[in-house]
Structure formats: C-alpha cells, structure tokens
C-alpha cells in the first residue's frame, strides 16, 4: 500500500482516537476494506491481515460489511438529496422510518425524535423528562431536577449522559463536582435468571426502595439500560430490576427512560430488551445498530403525554433540541433497509444461534485461573478476568488468531455480528480464549 508508513506516522502524531493519550497513542491498525463479517487491515510494517469482526464495530454493524441491501438504499437516497435542514421541513424517508418504529414498538410510544447519535439521543431523553416535570408539575415540578438510576450503567460521553454513568467504576470520575449528582442505587445481583424471591435481590429491592423515598420529591425520571448493562461493565441483570424501578417511577410520578441503545433491535434475542421485562417506558433511546453501522443516527421515543407535557407554555412550548443534521435523509433511508433486514433475516433466530455458539465456545475460559467470570447473554459473550486486560497484547494474540477484539477495563468480550457463520464464532471464540490463556495465564 502506497505511502502506508507516512499515513501510520500521521495518525500516531495528529489523529486522537477514543480514549486514548495524545502523549503515548497506542497502536491503531489501518482498515483498507470490509466486507460481510471481515475486516481487511495493514498490521505494523504493512503486512496485509484479514480478521472477524467480533466487535460489530461497537455493536452496530449487524448485518457486517458491504451489504448490497444497504449500500442500495444509500446509493437510491444520494440520488434524491443527501440531506435537508429537518428545522420546518420533513422528508419521506425520516416519515417512513418514524412510522417503523412506532409501529416496532410498544403502542404508547407514538412521538420520535430524531438524534444525532446515542449520547445526543440521552441528552434528549433528559431534556424531556426535565421539561415535562415543569410542564405538568409547575413549582413542584421544578424541583424534580434529578434522575434515579443503579450504579454499573454508562449512559454516554456527553455531559448529561456522563452524570447517570457510574459516578465511582465509571469511566467519568474526573468530572466528578462538576457534572449534577444525581441519585445511584447499589448494583443489583448479577444474572439474567435471578429469581423474583432470591434473597439478594429481595435485599437490593428494599435498600433500592428506601433510596429513592429518601429522594423521590426531587427525582425527575429514573434511567437504565433493561437487562444489559453495555460499556459499564457488560453485567447483566434480572428483568425484576427494571420492574421494580418502574414501579418507583409510577408510585412517585417520576418518568421511566430506558437506553436501549446497545441492547435494541435484537441484540440480547428479542427485539428490545424492555421485552422480556415486561415494561414499558415513557421514553426509550435507540442507536447502534438502528442503521446496520453505516451512518450515525438515533431517535427518542416517547408517550403522547410526555410530549404534551413538554410542550406546555409552562415547560417553554417546545422541546429544547435541534440538531443540524437531525433526520439526516441518508441515515433514515439505510436505517429503513436495515430495519427490512432485521425482520426479513429472523434476528431472532440469528441472535439464538450466536448464544449457543458463544456458550459452547467460551465455556472452556471459566478453567483458566485469570478468569473470574464467563456469561453469555443473546449475542453478547463475556470473558471478566481478575485483573484490568492487557489490551494491546491480547488484541495482538486474537489478531494473530484472525480475529479482532477490543477488551476494555477487566473485560474480553464479543458482540459480533448476527451474520456470523457458526465456524468464524467458533474462531472467535477460540480466539478469546487461547489470547487469554496466552497473556493472563
């Protein structure tokens, strides 16, 4: 690849990716192409790698690469307009995808908000909840200024999202004092199976219940991730959680705001995870994968009467938020085509097939001494070591396996695209495992 070396030298000095230091950037390697589940990269001195994808791109790009069905729907929109100002004007593809997601939701949530990304799309969430509370409370209201949510969640890099992120194991401890305190219930018992009755759960209820007395004349909303907590610590946890804090939102008037971010659109077996714990939000925030990874793009869904409320001269008339490239015509027209997708592949068939391979596979993990944990949730596999990762060195042992992972914190996990063949996830899978064996011992 012609000038390979200069592009490399360039990144290192100038380009600042995520959470990295611009006094020692770690390595990054150059993408050249993708296509279906593979990823084809130029490796340190230029040697050419091609390697799965277990990461979906951060857990978007479901359908994987290069998907004639997408690159179409992009190609048919450029045709038309690319984009349009959405501030007095609309569009047919951001109608189209509104009325899908009104209707691939529950019937309450009838009002979309289109957002920029999933951080933009909580702040938007926020702004609502806040604006109802004036809109319908008047002075009361007006105190409600703070959101009730459990420790371990991540929420965003935004400012708002930021302070609903785990104040403590969080990744945002640096702005602590500066972002609002709001108000954090324990961490619930691992696992998606914990019975209604379990003795800790029953335990974390009544501490959870007691928290939120002390503060509901002041809570606005309570926020959570329902059944998986994401770039928090991947935990999961009973669908009686998000049952028992809706019901505190209920009993005290504050709203119900669920991020379903990373868990939307199939990713833990049913299209959303509010599903399986039998709630129904106020509000709900999509993201990731609504578009199958192509362009960035998110949308806020709430209730009729939480749009009412909002809209009240009291609450300032209108929904504080305007994003330039809101409803984005090409964003709405991919998303649109990776919603066909979604339905005409049988995600949740995809989704299954993923679990049994991602148990199957990772199980042989929980023998090894670094390993403190191994879980696996729909197409979400979990390796929790006892100590923070070596993130460069396993990144490494798994590339050189023909496989590419990005562990984070004390954790080495997949979400890979649904796509996903059962012999590359047992390559994945493998590669997890023997990367961790190699450089944790």
């Known amino acids: 690849m012609a000038g390979f070396d200069r592009l490399m030298a360039f990144d290192r000095d100038h380009v600042w990716h995520p959470y990295s230091s611009a006094g020692s950037a770690a390595a990054s390697y150059l993408v050249e192409s993708a296509a279906g589940v593979r990823l084809s990269l130029r490796m340190p001195g230029g040697s050419a790698v091609e390697a799965i994808d277990a990461m979906s791109s951060w857990w978007c790009a479901i359908h994987g690469y290069a ?17 349009v100002m959405f501030g007095g004007l609309t569009h047919e593809p951001a109608i189209a995808l509104a009325e899908r997601l009104v209707a691939l939701t529950p019937a309450a949530l009838q009002r979309v908000f289109f957002a920029d990304s999933g951080s933009v799309s909580v702040e938007v969430a926020m702004k609502m909840a806040l604006q109802f509370q004036v809109g319908v409370g008047g002075g009361a209201g007006a105190r409600r200024t703070r959101f009730f949510t459990i420790r371990g969640g991540y929420h965003g890099d935004t400012f708002s999202p930021m302070s609903v992120t785990d104040p403590v194991g969080g990744m945002h401890t640096l702005f602590t004092g500066i972002l609002p305190e709001h108000v954090f219930a324990p961490i619930p018992p691992a696992g998606i199976d914990v019975a209604a009755d379990d ?24 926020i959570l991730e329902p059944l998986l907590q994401g770039a928090g610590g991947m935990r999961f946890h009973s669908p009686r959680v998000v049952q028992v804090l809706a019901e505190l939102a209920r009993e005290h008037g504050a709203l119900v705001i669920f991020d379903e971010i990373a868990t939307g659109f199939g990713r833990t077996g049913t299209l959303f995870a509010m599903e399986r714990a039998g709630v129904v ?25 939480v749009a009412i409320g909002v809209s009240t001269e ?14 984005n015509p090409l964003a709405c027209a991919v998303a649109l085509a990776s919603l066909d997708l979604v339905q ?24 090894l001494p670094a390993v403190a944990d191994v879980r696996v949730l729909g197409g979400v596999g979990v390796i ?58």
Request: hydrophobic content about 50%.
């Open 67 to 83: 998907v004639p069905e997408l690159d179409d729907a992009v190609r048919a929109q450029l045709s038309r307009m690319s984009h």
């Open 199 to 222: 003795p800790a759960l029953l335990a974390w209820e009544r501490q959870t219940r007691e928290l939120f007395a002390a503060h509901a004349h002041e809570v606005a909303a309570v």
């Open 281 to 305: 939000p106020d509000i709900v925030c999509v993201g990731k994968a609504l578009t199958g990874g192509y362009v960035t793009l998110a949308a806020v869904l709430c209730t009729d009467e």
């Open 314 to 327: 009291r609450a300032g008339g209108a929904l504080m938020h305007g994003p330039t490239f809101m409803a």
């Open 344 to 367: 005409d592949n049988d995600f949740s068939a995809q989704v299954r097939g993923l679990e049994a391979g991602l148990t199957t596979g990772l199980k042989p993990a929980a023998d």
């Open 384 to 441: 929790q070591l006892r100590e923070p990762a070596r993130v460069a060195e396993l990144t490494a042992a798994a590339l050189a396996r023909g496989v590419w992972i990005r562990p984070f914190r004390d954790l080495v996990y997949a979400m890979p695209p649904y796509v996903t063949s059962a012999e590359d996830l047992a390559t994945v899978c493998d590669a997890m495992v023997q990367s961790v064996a190699t450089v944790h011992g």
